[in-house]
């Protein structure tokens, strides 16, 4: 399986921010959720893919090629949908749609008309007059409509209600299904992760601490709970972090079906990526 793309140590320096050798892939026909806290560093590595942000060192490679410098912010198979809107607030539906048509080849008018339809959009008000959810899906029809091959969201389902955001994430999964397309994708609604990524990064502080296959994550990891006294007498390689409360210990399991042919008594719970993300952040290595 092909990379679409791959990012090999990549470094940004700012004053007080470093995204420090950030290494990961992502194949062809696949869903990449990437996540991490508040100034972890996520659009900060979108914007570096673009070339909208200066890297200071390391490698880019998109469908197979190193990135050309300043080639990038109109690329024909690249979309990009940010959290915040940059069309003119002037602009009707329509000045949209005529912008676009002349700035991609690829551009399908009906494919727009479909999606503006489909999101309800109002063709008589001005975006200005749009709401935060309105301006997602504009800039989601906008992102569909030049028939990319990779999209690069950030944040995408952010604002919008919960019944368009399940249609949306459909629509990304029906963007991916002819195995050619692929979808990198921040947010911190992991639940929107767990239900279309295949593959999910997380960043902390600039570093990515994982990533790795969802489905393989989210079955291996488990959540134990246990007294003091059991704590002691762990096998350190099997945990991953761990945290103290008032009376037990929580401890973060890479591979919980191993666990517990060691330990056939021990109550091993599942884990949600919010579970896994807060232990890596929170809890401490022993
Ligand atoms: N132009 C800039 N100059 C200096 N520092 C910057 C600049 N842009 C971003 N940063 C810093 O880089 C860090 C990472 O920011 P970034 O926006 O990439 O985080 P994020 O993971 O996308 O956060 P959020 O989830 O809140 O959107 C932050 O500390 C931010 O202040």
């Given at each position: 399986?092909?990379?679409?793309?791959?990012?090999?140590?990549?470094?940004?320096?700012?004053?007080?921010?470093?995204?420090?050798?950030?290494?990961?892939?992502?194949?062809?026909?696949?869903?990449?959720?990437?996540?991490?806290?508040?100034?972890?560093?996520?659009?900060?590595?979108?914007?570096?893919?673009?070339?909208?942000?200066?890297?200071?060192?390391?490698?880019?490679?998109?469908?197979?090629?190193?990135?050309?410098?300043?080639?990038?912010?109109?690329?024909?198979?690249?979309?990009?949908?940010?959290?915040?809107?940059?069309?003119?607030?002037?602009?009707?539906?329509?000045?949209?749609?005529?912008?676009?048509?002349?700035?991609?080849?690829?551009?399908?008018?009906?494919?727009?008309?479909?999606?503006?339809?489909?999101?309800?959009?109002?063709?008589?008000?001005?975006?200005?007059?749009?709401?935060?959810?309105?301006?997602?899906?504009l800039q989601l029809a906008i992102a569909l409509a030049h028939n990319p091959k990779?999209?690069?969201?950030?944040?995408?389902?952010?604002?919008?209600?919960?019944?368009?955001?399940?249609?949306?994430?459909?629509?990304?999964?029906?963007?991916?299904?002819?195995?050619?397309?692929?979808?990198?994708?921040?947010?911190?609604?992991?639940?929107?992760?767990?239900?279309?990524?295949?593959?999910?990064?997380?960043?902390?502080?600039?570093?990515?601490?994982?990533?790795?296959?969802?489905?393989?994550?989210?079955?291996?990891?488990?959540?134990?709970?246990?007294?003091?006294?059991?704590?002691?007498?762990?096998?350190?390689?099997?945990?991953?972090?761990?945290?103290?409360?008032?009376?037990?210990?929580?401890?973060?399991?890479?591979?919980?079906?191993?666990?517990?042919?060691?330990?056939?008594?021990?109550?091993?719970?599942?884990?949600?990526?919010?579970?896994?993300?807060?232990?890596?952040?929170?809890?401490?290595?022993?």
């Open positions: 399986m092909e990379n679409i793309l791959e990012l090999r140590n990549v470094t940004k320096e700012y004053k007080n921010f470093t995204l420090d050798h950030v290494s990961f892939a992502l194949p062809q026909g696949m869903i990449m959720g990437f996540v991490g806290e508040n100034g972890a560093g996520k659009t900060t590595t979108i914007k570096t893919i673009l070339d909208v942000v200066k890297k200071t060192s390391g490698e880019i490679y998109l469908f197979g090629q190193p990135i050309e410098q300043d080639s990038l912010q109109m690329h024909e198979d690249i979309a990009v949908v940010y959290d915040d809107c940059s069309i003119s607030s002037f602009f009707k539906i329509k000045d949209v749609e005529r912008m676009f048509k002349s700035f991609y080849k690829n551009w399908d008018t009906a494919k727009f008309n479909t999606l503006t339809e489909r999101f309800e959009l109002p063709g008589d008000k001005k975006i200005s007059a749009f709401s935060r959810g309105m301006k997602m899906k990779l999209l690069l969201l950030d944040e995408p389902t952010s604002g919008l209600d919960p019944i368009i955001r399940d249609e949306v994430l459909d629509m990304f999964l029906e963007f991916i299904q002819d195995e050619t397309h692929s979808i990198l994708f921040s947010s911190h609604i992991t639940s929107d992760i767990e239900k279309i990524a295949d593959y999910v990064t997380f960043i902390h502080k600039g570093k990515i601490i994982f990533c790795e296959n969802k489905d393989d994550l989210l079955s291996h990891t488990g959540l134990l709970k246990i007294k003091p006294a059991v704590f002691e007498q762990l096998d350190h390689d099997s945990c991953i972090r761990y945290r103290k409360t008032l009376d037990h210990y929580e401890v973060l399991i890479k591979d919980r079906y191993a666990f517990q042919k060691k330990m056939p008594d021990a109550v091993i719970d599942r884990v949600t990526l919010d579970d896994i993300m807060l232990m890596y952040v929170k809890g401490e290595t022993l």
